[in-house]
């Protein structure tokens, strides 16, 4: 008689066993980011940037300040004119220097100058081993000319990659490429720190908000909408200019203002979350507001929270960049992307790759920083996906 | 009768504002009044939307209960501050309806149950803790390699054990079961309920227990309150309720049970309920329940009946009783 009985209980038991699920949450959530190639790209993208940014300076042979003004404004890619010498190329500077190069791209020196001969319009410069040749440099025409040593033009070019500097110099002779992993560094850098700031001030102050609830609430969200109304902008100048100049200013300016959002985001969370049944069940039980908050309500708002800090990095590096350009940013020579676009403007016309390259940077670390912030929030919430 | 009882509620009155909606508001609990004595089981039953949770969270307070008094071993702590309430929060525990949601998915088993011992700095040191965890886990019948795992590996039978567990791990002597069986498997329900009737000779507990039908509570119950419309209408020790239902409401409950065997069916040929509920936020004047009823007359929507004693514990708020 009690045989079957006994049976279906064990049957019970084993249907619970097989109804539990092996992954943990961060598997799961890992599992559906990875299935996301945008998300996966830009994660990459970011994990190369960092390590550029992080280690690149320190190997490079070059240093972000160390000036050459004798081998200033030279591109990444040239036109160089083919010497009289065998495997010598001439690479003319926008500003009239001329560049001795060798076969391999590799920049020799800057040609000593012999004579100004401005009645014919020429200059003379020395060249060839114990410099004993001379080319002259015709600028009557638009666009200068080299003339060899019986004054017949030197016609043949060739297109070389700069082996000295890969990404070529910026006008005051720097390495772009030391100059942009540095600027990089230091723009993330405070991107970072923003993010982190404005994540804490934000969960904080919307997570109390949203938990207390009531007029404490209503008083807390008005103060948050008048910030907001204030065009951010206008308002990081504003602060940006009365404070100190340099890192510091721009970090404490960009960290004042972003965490609206991050407030509102909190907010919102933890108004649904504190209905839930386990945020009573913490009540009940006689947790207090303090343990509540930081066990129960902020780590179940940790997806969004972390998704607003994503989406938050490449609007603090873009503000970042938008006032180191127009000034007020980053103080030289320290250097971020923004004042290397700065730097850049003053040589647009002959130089554009000293502008394109680093914003081309911010826009990869936008792109990538989006990317990735799209990617966790549909991972970390399904539902959430449109 | 001398003793007093470990719960006793007066008059508990929990009203909602409803919003946009000038001062009208949804009368989810209208003066319920009852008591639960030590060791003993109070089913709480009533259609969806009757107000049971309500009740129940008014009295643990995560409601502010609008009028009444809830006592608990004599004392008053309807007007207690939270602050107040803390150490006797200890002696009232709950286990509620929704095992999915009622656990903290990002916590272990392990954090969910030692979050009471914390609450209340119970344990002695973090050796003590993980012992009494490890005690509570085995007890509720899981295993100690369960405390690291996260609520979402675990079946919803598990679920509710560790929600059981995080509930007894303070030794309450009161234990709130908001529908602890409702949104489980039957093949689990009877595990859950014996395990809470094993509890409940181990340790002595009281229970108030709050199920939608009345079979649920057939099995635990010494009594039965039956809730209609935010108020009791029928309260009897429980064999008495299903053998001799008194209120029109009770006896609907019971014939919507389904009977397994016809030759059973003695209630049969009484009809089920019918009709939908009215709004809590106008309730019909009268007796609530008379929009429904099919024995309604003149004087039931007229005047509220009150809950009266008809002999042997048995109390019905019925004007034809
Ligand atoms: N916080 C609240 N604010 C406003 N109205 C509420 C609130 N909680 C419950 N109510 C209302 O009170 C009434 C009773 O709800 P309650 O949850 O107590 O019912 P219940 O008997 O537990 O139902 P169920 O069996 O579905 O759990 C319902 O009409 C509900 O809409
Ligand atoms: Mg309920």
Known sequence: MSQPWARAAAAGADRERIAATPHSFGVDVWLRFAKKPTALAGLIAVLLLLACALIGPSLSPYSYDKQTLSLAGVPPVFTAVVAPEAGRYFYITPNQKIIEVDDQGRLLRQLPMAQDLFMEKRVSYRCGPQDEGLVYLDYSAAKPALLDEAGNPLAATRVLWNRTYLLGTDHLGRDILTRLMYGAQISLMVAFIAAAVNMVIGTLYGGIAGYLGGRVDAIMMRVVDIISTIPLTLYVILIKVCLAGGLVGIIVALSSVYWVDMARVVRGQVLSLKQQEFVLAARTIGSGTRRILLTHLIPNAMGSILVTATMLIPSAIFMEAFMSFIGIGIAPPMASLGTMCNDATEALRSSPYQLFLPALIICLIMFAFNFVGDGLRDSLDPQLKR | ?321
């Not at chain 2, 490890?134 to 919803?156: I, N, W």
């Open chain 2, 1 to 321: 009768m001398s003793e007093t009882p470990l719960l006793q509620i007066e008059n508990l009155t929990q009203h909602f504002p409803v919003r946009g909606r000038g001062h009208k508001v949804v009368h989810a609990v209208d003066g319920v009044s009852f008591a639960i004595g030590r060791g003993r089981t109070l089913g709480l039953v009533g259609e969806s939307g009757c107000g049971k949770s309500t009740c129940a969270r008014s009295i643990i307070r995560i409601y502010e209960p609008t009028s009444g008094h809830v006592r608990l071993d004599g004392q008053d702590i309807t007007r207690l501050s939270q602050k107040q309430l803390l150490p006797l929060r200890r002696k009232m525990q709950m286990i509620f309806q929704d095992p999915y949601a009622s656990l903290n998915g990002r916590m272990t088993v392990r954090a969910l149950i030692g979050e009471p011992l914390r609450a209340h700095g119970a344990a002695e040191s973090r050796r003590d803790e993980e012992d009494r965890i490890l005690r509570m886990l085995e007890k509720v019948g899981l295993t100690r390699e369960h405390a690291g795992r996260y609520p979402h590996e675990f079946s919803g039978g598990q679920r509710q054990r560790v929600g059981i567990a995080r509930a007894l791990i303070l030794r309450p002597e009161l234990v709130i079961c908001d529908e602890p069986i409702s949104a489980l498997d039957v093949s689990i329900q009877a595990q859950i309920v014996n395990m809470l009737r094993d509890f409940q000779q181990e340790l002595g507990l009281s229970y108030l227990f709050i199920a939608h039908d009345l079979s649920m509570v057939r099995y635990i119950s010494d009594e039965v309150g039956v809730m209609y419309m935010g108020q009791l209408v029928e309260h009897s020790p429980a064999e008495d309720i299903y053998a001799h239902p008194l209120h029109p409401y009770t006896q609907g409950l019971l014939a919507s049970i389904p009977v397994p065997d016809p030759s059973l069916a003695r209630l049969q040929d009484e009809e089920g309920l019918s009709g939908d509920l009215p709004s809590p936020i106008d309730p019909p004047p009268g007796c609530r329940f008379h929009t429904r009823c099919p024995h309604a007359t003149g004087c039931c929507r007229e005047e509220a009946p009150a809950l009266r004693n008809v002999g042997g514990g048995h109390a019905v708020a019925c004007h034809l009783v």
